[in-house]
């Protein structure tokens, strides 16, 4: 594992731990995840500055760059100062032992005791990730008594040969969910300390906690929305599935090879359909927060028919909408690209995310921004103090649903895209006519999986004490 996503990962896992009141030396902690790296880093750097400046000053030695490749290899397997360099802070019996000094430290009241105890276990968690990780070039397992044993793990982060393709996945994946976690968590928290603070919120919370027989209900709506899914991960797993057996006779990862390699264009599907959603998510929060607080706040002549012309879009099926749009943005030179799929994208998504933002500026009171005002706030400092920790429920749930809608788009997308741009949807909807349902279970689940994920992100803004859909 890369050592960005060794830190993220510790990051996570000590902000979990602070959430548990547990006595952890964070500093330590996250220390103790890039701390054995460092000296192959620092070796690699030395190694590239030497030899790669060479290639740089004389071009025509490029033809030399695989040999230098091997020595590289040769240094990392052979050469003692660096394999000695590389598990001084992998190795298991090192970090036992700085683990053993740190707790007998604490223990006799000394004050780098925690802060040792805790910088070996983020050393013990990286050494872990990366002993299953690596297939033939992992940390030396017994250093410093053995300098050649390796566990050899079936996964290897960046082989192909051994699922490094489908364990990228996985990492960028996650890294990409803790960072939305940390980003999400840091904006909460600059928020929350401008936000009015109800003297019964702890009461009221208590107040509408569920009784048993609603939660079961809950879990059992739970299940059967989550039922789907089943047979889609059997399908996705399974080679050989034949009538009349429950399960598939034979499991493999076909699908899922075939989804990683680099010919099959699932990736590029993924991060477009990915760039669109986000950037239609963000340019309809702009624009949809100006028009919402007018039709919120404001009581005008027209406004019903206004609201009926935002709404209209919703009514109008989408195939008739396109059709009218394509020949425009042909003429403009918007059609097959991304931009012209950004802008059609708009259509269906703005509606919704206006209405549900006018419902949360519908409850909005005023008086917060004259009191910032009189106390010589500035309009910027009025948003960002006043208006916007209000109305981030609202902004929230109001993302959620411009993603999901413009994540899942095929129509607009194929029309206005005219094949050139590719998502995943498009792609979905062509293996499902292909009749391989394996593949098209395993596009399935990788579909569902950034929606899931977004919910869960917004979930505690839909329902309780958060919740943004009261005034809509």
Same mark, same amino acid.
């Given at each position: 594992?890369?050592?960005?996503?060794?830190?993220?990962?510790?990051?996570?896992?000590?902000?979990?731990?602070?959430?548990?009141?547990?006595?952890?030396?964070?500093?330590?902690?996250?220390?103790?995840?890039?701390?054995?790296?460092?000296?192959?880093?620092?070796?690699?750097?030395?190694?590239?500055?030497?030899?790669?400046?060479?290639?740089?000053?004389?071009?025509?030695?490029?033809?030399?760059?695989?040999?230098?490749?091997?020595?590289?290899?040769?240094?990392?397997?052979?050469?003692?100062?660096?394999?000695?360099?590389?598990?001084?802070?992998?190795?298991?019996?090192?970090?036992?032992?700085?683990?053993?000094?740190?707790?007998?430290?604490?223990?006799?009241?000394?004050?780098?005791?925690?802060?040792?105890?805790?910088?070996?276990?983020?050393?013990?968690?990286?050494?872990?990730?990366?002993?299953?990780?690596?297939?033939?070039?992992?940390?030396?397992?017994?250093?410093?008594?053995?300098?050649?044993?390796?566990?050899?793990?079936?996964?290897?982060?960046?082989?192909?040969?051994?699922?490094?393709?489908?364990?990228?996945?996985?990492?960028?994946?996650?890294?990409?969910?803790?960072?939305?976690?940390?980003?999400?968590?840091?904006?909460?928290?600059?928020?929350?300390?401008?936000?009015?603070?109800?003297?019964?919120?702890?009461?009221?919370?208590?107040?509408?906690?569920?009784?048993?027989?609603?939660? $079961? @209900? *809950? =879990?059992?709506?739970?299940?059967?929305?989550? +039922? #789907?899914?089943?047979? /889609?991960?059997?399908?996705?797993?399974?080679?050989?599935?034949?009538?009349?057996?429950?399960?598939?006779?034979?499991?493999?990862?076909?699908?899922?090879?075939?989804?990683?390699?680099?010919?099959?264009?699932?990736?590029?599907?993924?991060?477009?359909?990915?760039?669109?959603?986000?950037?239609?998510?963000?340019?309809?929060?702009?624009?949809?927060?100006?028009?919402?607080?007018?039709?919120?706040?404001?009581?005008?002549?027209?406004?019903?028919?206004?609201?009926?012309?935002?709404?209209?879009?919703?009514?109008?099926?989408?195939?008739?909408?396109?059709?009218?749009?394509?020949?425009?943005?042909?003429?403009?030179?918007?059609?097959?690209?991304? $931009? @012209? *799929? =950004?802008?059609?994208?708009?259509?269906?998504? +703005? #509606?919704?995310?206006? /209405?549900?933002?006018?419902?949360?500026?519908?409850?909005?009171?005023?008086?917060?921004?004259?009191?910032?005002?009189?106390?010589?706030?500035?309009?910027?400092?009025?948003?960002?103090?006043?208006?916007?920790?209000?109305?981030?429920?609202?902004?929230?749930?109001?993302?959620?649903?411009?993603?999901?809608?413009?994540?899942?788009?095929?129509?607009?997308?194929?029309?206005?895209?005219?094949?050139?741009?590719?998502?995943?949807?498009?792609?979905?909807?062509?293996?499902?006519?292909?009749?391989?349902?394996?593949?098209?279970?395993?596009?399935?689940?990788?579909?569902?999986?950034?929606?899931?994920?977004?919910?869960?992100?917004?979930?505690?803004?839909?329902?309780?004490?958060?919740?943004?859909?009261?005034?809509?």
């Amino acid at each position: 594992m890369r050592t960005l996503s060794h830190l993220l990962v510790t990051a996570g896992l000590g902000d979990r731990l602070q959430r548990r009141g547990a006595p952890i030396r964070l500093k330590a902690f996250l220390l103790g995840s890039v701390l054995p790296d460092l000296p192959l880093v620092l070796l690699t750097v030395g190694y590239l500055i030497a030899n790669v400046g060479l290639l740089w000053r004389d071009p025509a030695l490029m033809s030399e760059f695989g040999s230098l490749m091997d020595s590289y290899h040769a240094l990392y397997f052979n050469n003692p100062w660096w394999i000695a360099g590389h598990n001084l802070f992998h190795a298991p019996f090192v970090i036992a032992a700085l683990f053993l000094t740190g707790v007998l430290a604490e223990r006799r009241g000394l004050r780098w005791g925690p802060a040792l105890h805790w910088l070996a276990l983020g050393l013990a968690l990286h050494s872990a990730i990366d002993i299953l990780t690596h297939h033939d070039d992992g940390p030396l397992l017994f250093f410093p008594f053995d300098w050649r044993y390796r566990f050899p793990s079936p996964v290897s982060y960046w082989d192909r040969a051994y699922y490094g393709g489908m364990f990228t996945v996985f990492e960028y994946g996650l890294d990409l969910l803790l960072v939305a976690y940390f980003a999400l968590k840091g904006a909460r928290r600059h928020l929350h300390l401008h936000r009015p603070v109800c003297a019964g919120a702890s009461v009221a919370r208590l107040q509408t906690m569920m009784p048993p027989w609603q939660r $079961a @209900g *809950v =879990i059992g709506l739970t299940v059967v929305l989550l +039922l #789907p899914l089943v047979p /889609l991960t059997i399908w996705a797993f399974g080679q050989r599935w034949l009538f009349p057996a429950a399960l598939p006779t034979e499991w493999g990862l076909r699908a899922w090879r075939y989804i990683l390699a680099p010919g099959t264009r699932v990736l590029t599907a993924f991060s477009n359909s990915l760039v669109v959603a986000l950037v239609v998510t963000l340019l309809s929060i702009i624009i949809a927060i100006p028009a919402a607080r007018v039709l919120g706040l404001a009581h005008f002549r027209g406004k019903t028919l206004v609201e009926f012309l935002i709404l209209a879009p919703t009514v109008v099926p989408a195939f008739a909408a396109a059709m009218g749009i394509q020949v425009l943005f042909i003429r403009y030179g918007l059609a097959d690209t991304m $931009a @012209g *799929v =950004i802008l059609v994208h708009m259509i269906p998504v +703005l #509606p919704y995310a206006v /209405l549900i933002l006018a419902g949360i500026f519908a409850n909005y009171d005023v008086d917060y921004e004259h009191q910032a005002r009189v106390l010589s706030a500035g309009s910027w400092t009025v948003f960002w103090r006043v208006t916007l920790p209000m109305i981030l429920p609202g902004i929230i749930v109001a993302a959620l649903f411009a993603f999901l809608i413009s994540w899942s788009q095929y129509l607009l997308t194929l029309l206005i895209g005219g094949g050139q741009v590719l998502t995943l949807p498009v792609l979905l909807l062509a293996f499902a006519n292909s009749g391989d349902y394996a593949i098209t279970a395993a596009l399935s689940l990788v579909f569902v999986a950034p929606a899931v994920v977004a919910l869960l992100f917004s979930a505690r803004y839909l329902t309780g004490g958060h919740a943004a859909l009261r005034g809509v």
